[in-house]
């Protein structure tokens, strides 16, 4: 059974604003945070903001809290986007956990949609 499903990436100029979606699972809505992570070539899983399945506060990491928004309705989790940069490029993960904003602590993940800034 597929968990989470992300969608809407895809190629932006710089400075742009693009907004990803997260169909979630009623299962996966049973951990304790959906979080939107990222990974680059060459680099590890990088937590980006999370969302509380209890009480739906959020928390957003210092790089991208100025321009990354996370959300909810329903059964989706948004992750709305600004002023995209070209270290912004990475494909971009929903997932379901018990952590803050480590990968580590994370069960859950969709197949990941790309983002791609161009110069």
């Known amino acids: 059974q597929v968990q989470l499903v992300e969608s809407g990436g895809g190629l932006v100029q710089p400075g742009s604003s693009l907004k990803l979606s997260c169909v979630v699972s009623?299962?996966?809505?049973?951990?304790?945070?959906i979080g939107w992570f990222r990974q680059a070539p060459g680099k590890g899983r990088e937590g980006l903001s999370i969302?509380?399945?209890?009480?739906?506060s959020t928390h957003s990491a210092d790089s991208v809290k100025d321009r990354f928004t996370i959300s909810r309705e329903k059964n989706t989790v948004y992750l709305q986007m600004s002023g995209l940069k070209a270290e912004d490029a990475a494909v971009y993960y929903c997932?379901?956990?018990?952590?803050?904003?480590?990968?580590?602590?994370?069960?859950?993940w969709g197949q990941g949609t790309q983002v791609t800034v161009s110069s």
């Open positions: 997932e379901a956990g018990g952590g803050y904003l480590r990968h580590a602590e994370y069960h859950l």
């Open positions: 009623e299962f996966a809505l049973g951990y304790y945070a």
């Open positions: 969302i509380s399945t209890n009480d739906g």
